[in-house]
């Protein structure tokens, strides 16, 4: 008689899904080693200066998409397994493999965020980040190439997408540092592959029922559309936040998660009864989205913080050594500058070496919120009143032209806010005598400068100091505008599967193409000895002035 390995199972109490169950292998080999617990050190979101108490973090949102995963697992091998799919010889032979890719799905779960940077998506940049004196680059190659070393591969670096499609560069980071530290969990080099493609979303190109069947786990940990991570985190974001969005009912989602053939191919699919919470699922996000990530004090403390670790970069990096590496994450770590040792990094470490080690004017900011500038339109709908009602559309080009050229990178992906203050007026005013003395272009650099000294004027009078800062962002546009959530299949009845834009008006959602990009612009406030001195008390005068001088021919 075979015998029947049981396995031990701890359960941890998580304040939104009640009691999860965690299997005792993962909590002693994964769970409780010091890759992990790191995790606790590195905050979740950036949201804290808005809402205070969202204070939640990288561990217990790992958890949450473990949990959501072992039960969209669940589901989909029970599918795989009930459905007339070849993938295998023999019965047996096919409960292994979808056992053994379920197995793999939920350590890519549990595992997703194991190489996340501190400080949310804002330090992330900087593991592809890199400056070699006046050189600047910002590219995934790199970690690319470590992965393909690690696979040895040659299917998986066929599949890499191209730079602009690339996964995060967490989830790549991620990937690495699952692989290299608990590939005896994982598996063999077959299983790692499937392991790094779940947490990347690079799926299989290649066609065949056993290749679309790991598409399918892959697109329930790493879509575009809806998948575990993004559950868990509008769920905990929510929650944590006390940011009232529509509930999301997961276990009904999930549970009506199934694997239809479409097409020729093997895909995921949900059942009809989830399609009112696929709605709810994108309302979530999209309120998330553009009334909380798109917040100008969720973006002041993402810029202080961006300057942060520009400046920590800056005194620590030593020729190929960085902050921002692998090496760093690694419980041996390595030592900077000589004498500055950094293991684990996470949250902790930046903000000590911020304070006692590396502390600079703009850094206090992080901990002084006096210091603080101000915003002068609180919301993209006062920045549409206050700015977008420039005459015309060549008016509207230059004037944005014109406040987009207040960044000091050329890299879209990394920019760098000039803070306006007099001395950018002088550099700018002798940059427009030279450019005159040489017969070069002036009317761009003339705009520039004629709304510095707007502000420098306003200022005065209004008893501001002259000190402003423009930080770029993109204007909302709707998950219900994405052609991946059209595509979702619904299935009806056991027929052939529907497109969610078959059955689902809401995804006719305008999407405003001319209106992508826009920016909040800060300014610091001065002694208010009056009623209307200060600050800007009047932002509706303060934008026409501004506009109307910075367009002046």
């Not at 559309?225 to 559950?231: A, E």
Request: glycine residues 4%; aromatic residues 10%.
């Amino acid at each position: 008689m075979q015998n029947t390995i049981v396995k031990e199972y701890k359960k941890v109490k998580d304040p939104v899904y009640g009691y999860i169950s965690i299997e005792i292998e993962y909590i002693r080999n994964i769970i409780d080693t010091p890759m992990f617990q790191r995790l606790r050190r590195v905050m979740q979101t950036s949201y804290s200066p808005l809402y205070s108490s969202s204070l939640h973090n990288r561990f217990v949102h790992s958890l949450g998409v473990f949990h959501l995963g072992c039960i969209a697992a669940n589901c989909i091998e029970e599918s795989i397994l009930n459905g007339d799919y070849i993938f295998a010889d023999t019965v047996v032979e096919k409960e292994e493999i979808a056992k053994k890719l379920s197995h793999v799905f939920r350590l890519a779960c549990l595992l997703h965020d194991v190489g996340h940077a501190p400080f949310s998506h804002t330090g992330e940049i900087y593991y592809i980040y890199y400056k070699s004196g006046k050189e600047e680059e910002v590219s995934v190659k790199r970690l690319h190439e470590k992965l393909c070393q690690l696979l040895k591969s040659e299917s998986f670096k066929e599949d890499l997408p191209v730079e602009s499609d690339s996964a995060a560069p967490h989830e790549l980071m991620s990937a690495i540092v699952g692989i290299r530290e608990f590939n005896g969990l994982i598996g063999d080099l077959e299983c790692q592959e499937f392991f790094v493609r779940c947490i990347t979303g690079y799926v299989y190109k290649k066609t065949g029922h056993l290749e679309d069947i790991k598409n399918c786990f892959i697109g329930m940990l790493n879509s575009k559309v809806i998948d575990v991570d993004r559950l868990d985190y509008l769920i905990r974001d929510a929650y944590t936040s006390g940011f009232a969005t529509i509930n999301i009912d997961y276990a009904r989602l999930l549970n009506a998660i199934t694997v239809k053939e479409y097409k020729d191919k093997i895909t995921l699919a949900y059942r009809k009864d989830a399609v009112s919470v696929i709605e709810n699922v994108v309302y979530a996000h999209d309120a998330e989205k553009k009334w909380i990530q798109n917040h100008p004090v969720v973006l002041y403390e993402a810029y202080i913080i961006k300057h942060i670790l520009e400046h920590l970069g800056d005194e620590l990096n030593m020729s190929e050594e960085t902050l921002f590496s692998e090496d760093s994450l690694n419980v041996e770590g390595h030592v900077l500058n000589g004498n500055i040792k950094v293991s684990l990094m996470c949250d902790d470490d930046i903000i000590y070496l911020s304070k006692n080690v590396f502390s600079d004017e703009l850094s206090q900011e992080l901990f002084d919120r006096n210091r603080r500038r101000h915003p002068v339109w609180k919301s993209e709908a006062e920045y549409e009143a206050y700015i977008r009602s420039i005459g015309t559309d060549e008016e509207k080009d230059l004037f944005k032209a014109c406040m987009d050229s207040f960044n000091a990178s050329n890299i879209p992906a990394h920019p760098v806010p000039l803070i306006i203050n007099e001395s950018l007026l002088k550099k700018l005013e002798t940059e427009l005598v030279e450019c005159k003395r040489q017969n070069k272009p002036i009317r761009a650099l003339t705009r520039k400068v004629n709304a510095c000294k707007y502000m420098d004027q306003y200022s005065r009078v209004h008893g501001m100091p002259f000190d402003y800062l423009i930080i770029p962002t993109s204007m909302f546009s709707s998950s219900f505008s994405k052609e991946n959530l059209r595509k979702v299949l619904i299935n009806f009845d056991g027929k052939r599967p529907k497109m969610l834009k078959e059955v689902c008006r809401l995804l006719s959602a305008e999407r405003l193409e001319d209106t992508k990009d826009f920016y909040y612009l800060f300014y610091r406030r001065g002694e208010q000895t009056t009623e209307f001195s200060g600050k800007i008390d009047d932002v509706g005068e303060f934008c026409k002035g501004l506009i109307d001088t910075c367009l002046k021919r």
